[in-house]
């Protein structure tokens, strides 16, 4: 017997109900995002591997251990991308988009990242991207946790997220930091777990990150990056909180939060669920300001953030979705009325824009009829001999009175408007 082949691991099937979640916060989030100005742009799935070896980090764990690379036909290094940025940053240059102008842009789509697999985790997963490019101010930043905050109260979860930020300064900043977080954990290296020891070599900062309790504990003795941020960055910071308060943002401040990519400075944030056990952070993000200019560009401030739909949809799963049946359901017995339904629902698609599922095949009137009552259609059509002969066509309301009319095809739409309460 042949070997049932299932979905690769880590991959998920979206059916119907749960791609109808998906695709709810996404029109959300794309009239959420019109109402601030923001541009939707499509981006390549597969990027040179040494975009994200560059731009995120080659000792960040999504390059070190996440990424799904491969050399295709030509022995290029390829790789599903692992996150938006990087290709977004590419995409800027590329179009020179980034020179001496401001972009608002958003994008959606699958990212790819070999993680262990959980609720909430996946190795393919939805994010919807949002990046600013050319504006420094704390304006910019506050704006994107405005437009988060504006998208929580539409899908209904504003009192189950809330939002988390920090400032972890300049380059300059956080290489002293890093330095003085080293020597300090370099006396003490046979206390730390085994992850962060090989961290204090490749990526210090993401100890602050580990979820070892002992390290933890040893942690709360170290220095604190808080202590080294610059003066700048300090005031931009404060800059920020003062309009987030202003607008009555809530927000906590939380100095653990430095985030897994290294392109960050100055402004990080995330926005948190309790709701979803150990995969809490729905959406999370901060400044780039030096990414442009590492691939080649000018200078350019950037900031942006994604949010993952598939955490995002894990919150509604208790919720019923209205799923996307028929309105009308036309049933018909025998070849010819078959036939002439066929035509007539064309017809009234085309004059009324109302969804009509069409009974396919044969079958007796009765066993229809419980598949349109199924269906959750208001209205079912109604084409059998008797119609046929007299040359009308049946039309019985499903749901309350179970109303039934005769009337010809020419003056359904006619009569559907008024059942479903349509303007001409
Ligand atoms: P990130 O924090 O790596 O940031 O991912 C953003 C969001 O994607 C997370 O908060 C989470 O909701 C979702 N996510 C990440 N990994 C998974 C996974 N394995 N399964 C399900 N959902 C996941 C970035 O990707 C940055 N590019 C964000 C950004 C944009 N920063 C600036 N601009």
Known sequence: MSQVIKAVRGMQDLLPEKKARFRRIEDQARRVLGQYGYQEVGLPVIENTHLFNRLVGSTTDIVEKEMYSFNDRNDESLTLRPEGTAGLVRFVNEHGLAFNQTQR???????????????????????????????????????????????????????????????????????????????????????????????????????????????????????????????????HFEDLCAILDAAKVEYHVNPKIVRGLDYYNRTVFEWVTDSLGAQGTICGGGRYDGLVEQLGGKPTPCVGFALGLDRLALMFED??????????????????????????????????????????????????????????????????????????????????????????????????????????
């Open 105 to 235: 842009l958003w994008y959606t789509g699958p990212m790819f990242r070999y993680e262990r697999p959980q609720k909430g985790r996946y190795r393919q997963f939805d994010q919807i991207g949002v990046e600013c490019i050319g504006m420094q101010g704390p304006d910019i930043d506050a704006e994107l946790l405005l437009l988060c905050a504006r998208l929580w109260r539409a899908l209904g979860i504003e009192d189950q997220v809330r939002l988390e930020i920090n400032s972890i300064g300049d380059t300059a900043s956080r290489q002293a930091f890093s330095a003085a977080l080293v020597e300090f954990l370099n006396d003490r290296s046979d206390e730390l777990d085994e992850d962060s020891r090989r961290r204090l070599e490749t990526n210090p900062m993401r100890i602050l990150d580990s979820k070892v309790p002992t390290t933890q504990a040893l942690l709360s003795g170290a220095p604190r990056l808080k202590d080294f941020v610059d003066a700048q960055s300090q005031q």
């Open 319 to 424: 919720r019923p979705e209205e799923a996307a049946t028929a309105q009308i359901y036309a049933v018909s017995v025998g070849d010819q009325a078959r036939r002439e339904m066929m035509v007539v629902a064309e017809m009234l698609r085309e004059e009324t824009g109302l969804k009509i599922q069409v009974h396919t095949g044969s079958g007796k009137l009765k066993a229809q009829m419980k598949k349109a009552d199924a269906s959750g259609a208001e209205v079912a059509l109604i084409l059998a001999e008797d119609e046929l002969a007299a040359g009308v066509v049946a039309l019985r309301e499903l749901r309350g009175t179970a109303h039934q009319t005769t009337v010809v095809a020419g003056d359904l739409p006619e009569a559907l408007r008024k059942i479903f309460k349509q303007d001409r």
